[in-house]
């Protein structure tokens, strides 16, 4: 066989298997990552004075539910500065006309991960904001009414999973991992088990992957929680000034569903829920030794998350191709595809009401401005069982003759079709193997 034929044989079959494990239909119009703003109320420590020196000041307003405003005490001149988002959330206090409980975070975004996650979109949210400002509440929360995002869009996944028609198959795959110290750790991996070195590679069809990490196939909602229960145990937690429970690492949990239903292609997609470490600066926690170590990683992936936002939004104004620097931390070479890719994206920055709060808020408000400038490209993953199973043996048959061309060049039919299209320079399609 003519190299030259050979190596487009070759090509196309490395198309085909492309084709299979991502197939991709309907390009979504660029949507722009959603941002939702939430504050929340004044917690005991600082009522009782262990932070902020028990001084409580209000200082947001929500005049809409898409507008928040933050007020500057110390500077009569300097007027309330207001800001537009997506939505906001007012979980300072009840008797507010926009109070919103989980529940109406379950309803407003959960839900709506969820409808994509069935109809093969990936999604992802990621919690921004100071340490204590409320991120973990949002995405883990607490027991019963106080859950968060994660425990309730789990539980709804498997609500949807048994109302499908019969006949219906599903899959989910879930892992769970912190970024501590620019460090990835598999937070499902059995606890004697030795720790291994995990590293975010680019598989050219797969996408971003990481080898070695732990996905878990589940088959209930209790099963996903005991292991998120697991994973929540081995995160680290260490206290600082600030908030004695916070976490100082990033944490995503994903999970992976794969549906079919009878006579439909299959959709599969891809959801990360992420509850970043605390953006603050390092010298508002006293952070002293270990502490300060962690801190300056923490800050190299939130930092490098603020230039990879600045690039992207830079690019979404002027047209030209962005050049983020993605691979310079952990955290943005793993979400690459939920910041600029294939991803319906959403971002939770949660803020302090608190006046004594005030320059890590309006720097949580600006940086989410600028993330609403930035794009994505959502499209459905939808695989055709019965066109996989038609290319398949189209690549099946492609080797065949490959191989009979190579034992004995005049023997078949197709090698003569791929010599004439050779000669010819054309190219040739997969429906002319003999499908
Ligand atoms: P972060 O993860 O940003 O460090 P947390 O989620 O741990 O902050 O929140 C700090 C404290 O505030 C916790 O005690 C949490 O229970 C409380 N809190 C945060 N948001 C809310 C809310 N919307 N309603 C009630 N309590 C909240
Ligand atoms: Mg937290």
């Known amino acids: 066989m003519p190299p030259s034929a050979l190596s487009k044989l070759q090509s196309a079959v490395t198309q085909v298997k492309q084709v299979n494990v991502l197939k991709s239909t309907q390009v979504e119009d660029s949507p722009a990552i959603k941002v939702c703003v939430r504050v929340r109320p004044f917690i005991k420590e600082e009522v009782e004075g262990q932070r902020s020196g028990g001084e409580c000041k209000l200082c947001i307003d929500m005049p809409s539910e898409t507008q928040v405003r933050i007020l500057n005490f110390d500077d009569p001149d300097d007027d309330s500065r207001a800001f537009e988002f997506d939505r906001c959330y007012w979980s300072h206090s009840k008797d507010h006309p926009f109070f919103a409980t989980q529940e109406t975070l379950q309803t407003e975004l959960g839900e709506i991960m969820l409808e994509h996650a069935m109809n093969g979109f990936n999604n992802c949210i990621f919690a921004y904001g100071q340490t204590g400002s409320g991120k973990s509440y949002s995405v883990l929360g607490g027991k019963d009414e106080e859950r968060g995002l994660l425990p309730r869009v789990v539980e709804g996944l498997f609500d949807h999973f048994a109302k499908l028609p019969q006949g219906a198959t599903y899959k989910t795959l879930v892992a769970f991992m912190e970024i501590y110290n620019e460090q990835i750790r598999d937070l499902l991996a059995p606890a004697d088990s030795e720790i291994k070195k995990l590293e975010v590679k680019q ?226 399609g997969l429906c002319h193997t003999g499908i």
């Open 203 to 428: 598989h050219p069809v797969l996408g971003t992957i990481i080898p070695g990490l732990t996905e878990a196939a589940v088959a209930s909602c209790e099963e996903v929680l005991n292991l998120v229960d697991y994973g929540t145990q081995m995160r680290h937690v260490s206290a600082t000034a600030m908030n004695a429970t916070s976490s100082r690492s990033h944490c995503i949990f994903t999970f992976k569903t794969s549906l079919t239903e009878p006579d439909q292609p299959s959709k599969v997609s891809q959801t990360h829920l992420v509850d970043l470490a605390g953006s603050e600066r390092a010298g508002r926690t006293k952070a002293t030794g270990d502490r300060l170590k962690e801190g300056a990683a923490i800050n190299q992936s939130l930092s490098t998350l603020a230039r990879v936002i600045s690039e992207l939004a830079k690019s979404a104004k002027t047209k030209k191709k962005p050049n983020p620097p993605f691979r310079e931390s952990k955290l943005t070479y793993i979400l690459k595809e939920s910041l600029c890719g294939n991803s319906k994206t959403v971002m939770m920055a949660a803020i302090s009401p608190n006046f004594t709060d005030y320059d890590e808020t309006l720097s949580t408000l600006k940086f989410s401005q600028s993330v609403k400038q930035v794009q994505t490209k959502a499209v459905q993953n939808a695989v055709n069982m019965s066109s996989v199973e038609a290319q398949l043996r189209a690549e099946l048959n492609a080797l065949k003759s490959q191989l009979q061309a190579i034992q004995d060049p005049q023997a078949s039919d197709e090698l003569s079709f791929l010599k004439r299209q050779d000669r010819e320079g054309g190219c040739f």
